[in-house]
């Protein structure tokens, strides 16, 4: 069994577990959302204080930039990059207030010098995705974490000020009891990641 600690990145760790389960039938997973909890991975960002999780035998950092969301409209649509400050008047959609992203992004728009107007909110990026597409507001989106990279739905623009990105920060907590089957996805999901990066980014 592998208990992973998932604060960040939920649906392209969850498409992981998925596929791991295909060629590893038997292997049993605990998925927990806990700060403090007892793991043997964790998938983070910098934003969580690391003294609360068990301590890392190895991690793996990968850099995402985030990226502003709008729906395709006339107003967007040529736009090749935009700063905060251009939409500081706009209704946000944006995750509820206790997910980590959330609270990344709310910096973010405090460093371009204001507190966004959060006109809807949710717990599932699929909700918030399908907000934005209807025209209601805009948002903000991870370039890989949430799986899929929406470009038929809605414009992904890059936010030229202030810059916008995160590290995703996948580590493994080992101990004596640490099972091979652990390390075995550890490094699953380090290679499921990183091919996944590549081919968002292409």
């Known amino acids: 069994s592998i208990r992973i600690n998932v604060l960040a990145a939920t649906s392209i760790v969850t498409d992981a577990v998925l596929e791991y389960k295909k060629l590893n039938n038997d292997t049993i997973f605990h998925i927990i959302q806990n700060e403090e909890a007892n793991c043997d991975i964790s998938v983070t960002t910098n934003s969580v204080d690391f003294s609360k999780l068990p301590e890392f035998a190895d991690k793996y950092i990968f ?3 985030i990226y502003l969301a709008t729906p395709k409209i006339d107003e967007y649509e040529e736009k090749e990059s935009i700063s905060l400050e251009e939409v500081r008047e706009k209704g946000f959609v944006n995750l509820s207030g206790s997910r980590l992203f959330r609270i990344v992004c709310d910096k973010f728009c405090e460093s371009a010098g204001f507190t966004p107007n959060i006109i809807f ?6 909700t918030v995705k399908n907000i934005i597409k209807s025209g209601m507001g805009i948002g903000f989106w991870p370039e890989f974490s949430w799986s899929e990279f929406p470009l038929e739905d809605i414009n992904l623009i890059p936010i030229s000020n202030p810059v916008c990105q995160r590290e995703l920060i996948i580590g493994l907590h080992t101990n004596m009891f640490t099972t091979n089957t652990v390390k075995d996805f550890y490094n699953f999901l380090l290679l499921y990641i990183s091919e996944r990066t590549k081919e968002i980014i292409k």
């Open 63 to 65: 850099e995402e930039k």
């Open 121 to 126: 909110e949710s717990d599932s990026p699929a």
